[in-house]
């Protein structure tokens, strides 16, 4: 452990204390399999917060950094890019036929989409309502929309203009609604929030309400988007269209982009030099993206997504049969909740122990979310891994 112990010294000396680390280093990865410093290998069913949503080191991925940084690595954005049309065509063709602004997370595509409801407020509409256990970024903006108090704590006074609703309950958001009213902004399944899945009845009245009452419907999506649900957009599970959408974390493939997605009536609230972003799409994460893109379609793996969901579901109601403290499973698609009638931690830090990476959120909800190239053979090993976890006195 001299090697680990080594490298979490430097960072106590010099890295900004703002993030609560595993005592582990780890140096390189392929798929759903990660090593660390020493050796040891992990299964990792909670890859880069979703990031790695392909696993890590896809090799299509891969071969489009490689081969654009042979080209060039950045392009202001006072300029053209080609990949950066590219995959603006791509998002806008998978989804509703928009428009595309490029940043570099979800919190900068959702502030991106505050600012967007904003203009088209044209300063007399500003209020935006999102829903209690919401989670939409740590800037001071996304932080003030995002609906757990443990976000804003120290930092106010937050910027005004965000009520918060219960979710799934369009009563709440009727009440809420104001003069003031342009937009809502919904996450239609809670991932930080506790793997918590909005209904079809609140989705298709809520995108009902908006239309009578011209409110921007925005539905983020940047841990739901790219088929980790079983549709390229979970939004498809819906039959509903939003009028913006955000997109992060598996957008990339591992490197960091956010964007952006705009119904076109609606595209041209922002105008050149109200909104901007040095790094957004830039050339090496566009081409990522789009080899993420290239990668679902030719390995099929929304099919994949969906066969294994189901097979994951089936091992997990074994899991609940077995241990009474399992009390739910919350799932759609790959995107999975464990909910206990105890605190989670303790099995988190056992199945890290016997080399499994899951995570645990509100308290007691284990948060599984595998790459979409995940097989048979790694959930049984995953499955196996938690049954001991929850099965320890």
Known sequence: MQK????????NKYVLNTYTRAPVVFTKA??????DIEGKRYLDF????????????????????????DKILHVSNNYYSQPQAALAERIS??????????????????????KLARAYGKGKRYEIITMKKSFHGRTLAT??????DKVKKGFEPLPAGFKHV??????????????????????LIQGEGGINIASQEYVKALRKLCNIKKILLIIDEVQTGIARTGRMFCYQHYGIIPDVMTLAKSLGGGVPIGAMVVRDKFADFLKPGMHASTFGGNPIVCAAAL?????????????????????????????????????????????????????GDAIVKKCFENGLLINCTQGSILRIMPALTVTNSQIDKAANILDKAIGKK
């Open 166 to 187: 219960q979710f799934n309950d369009i009563d709440s958001f009727k009440k809420a609604i104001s003069k003031k009213t342009v937009a809502v902004m919904l996450e």
């Open 93 to 114: 063709k998978l989804s509703f036929n928009g428009k595309v602004f490029f940043a570099n997370s979800g919190a900068e595509a959702n502030e991106a989409a505050i």
């Open 143 to 148: 932080a003030a929309a995002t609906g757990q």
């Open 30 to 35: 392929k798929g759903s399999w990660i090593w």
């Open 291 to 343: 080899g993420v893109f290239d990668a679902i379609k030719k390995e099929n793996l929304i099919s994949n997504v969906n066969r294994m969901a189901k097979y994951f579901n089936k091992r997990l109601k074994v899991l609940k049969g077995k241990y009474p403290v399992i009390k739910n499973i919350k799932q759609k698609g790959l995107m999975i909740g464990i909910e206990l009638t105890k605190k």
């Open 46 to 69: 909670f890859p880069g917060w979703a990031v790695s949503g392909l696993g890590h080191c896809h090799p299509m991925v891969i071969k489009a950094l490689k081969s654009q940084s």
């Open 4 to 11: 680990t112990r080594k490298v979490i010294e430097t960072y």
